[in-house]
């Protein structure tokens, strides 16, 4: 929900994740804290306060709240301080430079949901790109989008164009778990022009292995493998995950963390920004002028014709449901 | 609900009419197509997308839809198009530079109802001015500014002032089928600055006679007749339609074709900006803060005092209101 | 609702109170009127209109409203007005170069509900700065704000910092009638450095006596007085009135009046701004933050952890409830 370089010492770092407004500050020992962004006495956001001695001190009467959500300090009166004065506070791990935050039940807070980040262990400061973006849509339509490769030759002609070799494909489908998993295997593909200056023979035709994997409910990796039949051995390699935070039903935060083993010799900024054009160009509006026609409706109420191809997204679709449903709370 | 010539080659024009969002284009033919702008499957505006081969791509997944709305070809796996992938068209007519679309069932469209621009038969280029406006107001509320002559003495003192002349008459209506007819006979009148640099005798007072005809549910006709004593033969000659097409119930799209044979010197473009300014610069802002004044609310709701010379309007109101229900499914 | 120098001659003044739409202008006499902002025929705001003979015309139709509301002129046909046709009429009082309107029904307006300005007497215009602000916060949140003392110290650090005194103290709390009047008396503080430069001895502790007084629903004075040790009898001395005027639910008009007998030399309008940062750069953005996270929320609903010192506060709040509720037509 956050770049860990986004909190800075003596800097509070205001966010909103699932409508709940939300206030990150790195407490004396440098341990992150996430509060609830509004004091309990008279509602304005901590987060226009002030960092005093690792506790958030409430900008409007001084009231203050350390790590754990609990008043530490009441400027008021004898100092007293109420029993239960207090803000929710939320776990959170840091994670290859990426802060996760659990906003279920704390007792509920499960490492084992958090994403795979393995592929970037031993990467260098040079391998791994990380950006982020505000999209004004839902998370389901930025799954859709992500789980689906067929778009690139309308939505990124420029950089992945394929000549419609992806939406001529019909990749194997499993499902399993919280997971689904999409395999496209192409041969004797027109490279595309994002990764055609790296390849051995640039002219001529590669293969490509692109695995598309979601982990409901909101993390997708995206793997490809590319190579040519001079040198199969050398295969241009890409893993990725694509996180996605909704801020609200309307708009998410989306991070992602690439690792490539080529195109390592131009700055990390402008390979960053290549992505994010794609990602924040082509992308974003599309999902927002869609987000905007659908209009706040159901999906399926709106009844979208289904195509060859969608499987993926229809069954990451129908999971996720059953994913929410079960968190609701029996009445 | 647009001009000819904002649907350029190989540009997609979006608008929308009645809450509805529309896509034009011209196909091959260069007929003017009418669609739906909403891709049925992930809810993409087509306006988003690119022509090909005079059908409309759809700019996320490539989808194509002709003039009829068919989809026309599918880029994902065997191609197939599942019967019944169409998005709705809308039938259309160009008449006079202007682009009428019939919202409702295509079997009920009916040429008959389209509007009488025989006026303009035989104009040179140079007689007609035409113009555009986007009024964030309901069309009921454009229709009475337009039937009324009244307000040209407070809304258009520097054009159109009569010296009280417009109000204090009171015009004859006339009401049949679908019409309401209200003409002003004036005579003696001090005549309009707009008007008395194209008179024989400027200083002297000039007769009048003006036609306000509404022909439900959105057009207003208007015509004028202006000649002094000195030389009743030499008539200055105006005749205009004014063709409202509600954008929302909030807001309209507002066309005008006019003819004079006067005031022929100066250039179109000069002459429609003036005419521009009296609608958009005096009317508009009007109209728009009338609208938010009425919150939404029903204008009979909001009781409102009815003058002497609110005929041809209040009948015109109330005839609209019939003509609506009628239109409304039986339950 | 205003001050009497933004109603200028030939001048129409649009402000909205309690939700409702008002005009002021000065009639021939000169005396302010304030009507309904609505003209009764086609509800243009009349504001848009022009001022005719000390009437309000119509810029739309040109019906014309003198101060009592009445029609006055009706410029169509044979200029008949029908019975009743008219706008609301709003009783209004001058005092001390603001206006005081009364909303609800003229048969009540009670001068006794006046604030009492009389502090004010024999000052010249260099003892008096006056000011205002429009926030967008319910008024209820000013006036929490105006009643507390405490937040001076975190939220106007710069200016009126106490090390905290302020929030210690617990001052005594009178309530009578629609009044709550709060009485801090602080010995030995070290003096705000807003004061600091006109005390005798700069650096020595002051002893303050503040009184803050509500008058329901939405007046407060504030009173100060600072003297030293060394020469109890300088006193420095202010006195002043903060009217609340709801423009809505959601924002609040707010007038000052503040007379001194200190800091006298500066020019009046760069102590008015002075004045105004406190209030508009450092209280009005965090009240307009609150209001935000209240969402329009019922304050008691959202369940506020109330502190010792918030007594006066809690009071008025609940005073102010009962005098709203004693307002509502029974049923």
Redesign the interface.
Known sequence: MARVDEVEPEHLLARRVLDE?LVLFRENDSTIAILED?C??????LS??RLRDGAV???????RFSGTGSCVF???????I?PG?AVRAYPSVELHGLIFVWMGDPANADPSKLPDLSFLDGASSNDVLTGYLRTEANYELII?NLL?A??A???HPGLLSTG?AY??H?PKVDYAGDEVCETFMLENLPTQPAVTPYLSEPGKPAHQKMVFRWVGPSFVYISGDIWQDSDPSRVLISRSLHALTPESNGATHYWFKIRRNYDLERPVPNREAGVLYAFGQEDK??LE??AK??GGKNFWD????V???DNAQVIARRHLRKMVNAEQPQS
Not at 40 to 45: G, L, M, V, W
Not at 57 to 63: D, M, V
Request: proline share 12%.
């Open positions: 407004p509004t309990p006495h008279r509602f304005a956001p226009l306060g001190e409430c900008g409007y009467h001084g009231l009441n400027p008021r009166a004898d100092g007293s109420q004065l859709d689906d067929s778009h030759d309308f939505l419609g939406g001529r019909v509006p599309m002028a869609v026609r659908m709106l009844r979208p014709a195509l060859q191809g």
